[in-house]
C-alpha cells in the first residue's frame, strides 16, 4: 500500500511539473505587404458579394463544359489523390505524436527452459506492466505542436495542388476553345479563298487576267488549308491534355466545340494583405515555420532528465498447476530519472540544427509571400496592357478589313492584279488571327490572376 501510496505522490508530482514547456512560443513572421497593388487602378475592390466562397471560381466563364471537366478533376485527378494521401499520412503522424503523452500498458505470457548437462529447470511467467514517461518540460507537446503545424501545412499543400490542376485545365480549355474560334475562322476564309479561285478562273479563260493571277489564288488557297491542317493536331493536344489532367486516356474523352469563347468576367482585386489568408502556398509555408519553431523546444528539452513512472506484477513458477499462487507473484513499482551527462556538444548541435531550420522556413514564407504579389502584379499589368493592345487590334482589323473591300473592288474595275487583292486579305486575316490570339491570351490571364490571388474572393463584411 505504501508503494502504490509513493507512486501516486511521483505521478502527482510528474503532473504538476509537466506544465512547463522549453522553447519560445509561436508568433507568426512578419512579412513584408504592401498596402495596395501597384498595377490595380481601374480594377474593382472585391465585395463580399462579389463570389462567395461556396462558388466555384471558375463559374465566372459561364461554360457549362468546363463545369464538368472540373468536376471530374476533383474525383480522378491523380496528382490531387497523391496530395490528399499526404494529408493523410500527416494527419496519422499527429496521433503517434499524441500517444506519447498517455502511459503505455504491457502484457507478458510465455515459458522459458534452461539448464545444464545435469539440471534442467522451467519457467512459467504472466505479467503485466505500466510505465509512463512525464512530459515535464514539454517535449512530446511541442512534437504534438510540430506534428499538428505539419498536418496543416500538408491539407494546405493539397489545397494548392488542387488551384493548381483547376487553374492548369480551365487555361488549356480556354486556349482549346482559341483554336476553336481559329478553325472557324479558317473554314470560312478557305470558302472565301475558294470562291475567289473560281473568280480568277472564269477571268483567266475570258482573257482578263495572267495566269499569274491564279497561281496566286491557288497558292494563297493552299497555304490558308495548310494552316487549318495545323490546327487539327494543336486541339488534338490540348483534349490529350485535359484528359490526362481529369484521370482519363487521351482517346476517352472529346470537347465538343461551342459557337463562342467564353467572356472576360469581372475580377475583383483584394488588398495584398489577403493573400497570406488566402494563398494555399503562403498558408503551408506558414505553417511550417510553425512546425521548425516547435521543434526548437523538442531539441532544448534534451538537456533535461526525463522522467519515468513504471509498475509491473505478475506471477513466476515452475509449475503450472501451482503457477497462479501467491508464493509466486511478483512486483515492481518505482520512478527513474534518466539523462546525458555529457555528449561532446551533440545537444547544443541540434538545438542550432533546430534554429537554423527555422530560420530558414521564415525565409521561405516571407519569399513565397513576396512571389505571391509579384505574381499578382504581373498578372494585373499584363491584364492593363492586353486590355489597351486588343482595342489597337480591333482597329487594325477594322482598318484591314476596309483595305480588302477597297482592293477587291478595285481588282473588279480591273485596276490592280490579283497579288494586291491576295496581300490585302492575308493581311485582314493576320489581323484577325492576331486578336484572337490575345483574345486567348487575356482570358489565359485572368485565370492567372484568379490562381495568383488564391482562387476566389471573399471579404468578411463588418456586419458578420
Known sequence: MKQIVKFSVFALAGIVLS???????????????????????????AQPADLPRSVAWWALYQDVQLADLLKQLEVSNQNLREAEAAWREARALVGGSRSALYPKATGQVGTTRSGNDIDVGKSNEVALGLSWQLDIWGQVRRQ??????SAQASAAEWAGVRLS?????????LQLRVIDEQMRLLDATILAYQRSLNVTENRYTAGLVTRADVSQALTQLKNTQAQRLDLDWQRARYEHALALLVGSTPNALQVSSVETLPVLPLLPIDVPSSLLER??????AERRVMAANAEIGVAESAYFPDLTLSASGGYRGSNLADWISMPNRFWSIGPQFAMTLFDAGLRRSQVEQAEARYDQQVAR????????????????????VLAQEIDVQREALAASQEALRLTENQYAAGMVDYL?????????LNSERTLLNLLGTQLTASVQLISALGGGWQVESSAQ
Request: net charge negative; charged share 20%.
Open 365 to 384: 514564407y516571407r519569399q513565397a509571400t513576396l512571389q505571391a504579389i509579384g505574381e499578382v502584379e504581373d498578372a494585373l499589368v499584363q491584364l492593363n
Open 279 to 284: 494563398r494555399p502556398d503562403i498558408a503551408a
Open 165 to 173: 490542376q483547376q487553374s492548369e485545365l480551365v487555361q488549356n480549355y
Open 19 to 45: 506544465g512547463c514547456v522549453l522553447g519560445p512560443d509561436y508568433q507568426r513572421p512578419e512579412a513584408s505587404v504592401p498596402v495596395e497593388f501597384r498595377h490595380a487602378p481601374g480594377w474593382k475592390v
Open 144 to 149: 504534438v505542436e510540430s506534428s499538428q503545424a
Open 420 to 428: 494586291a487583292v491576295s496581300s490585302a486579305q492575308t493581311s485582314a
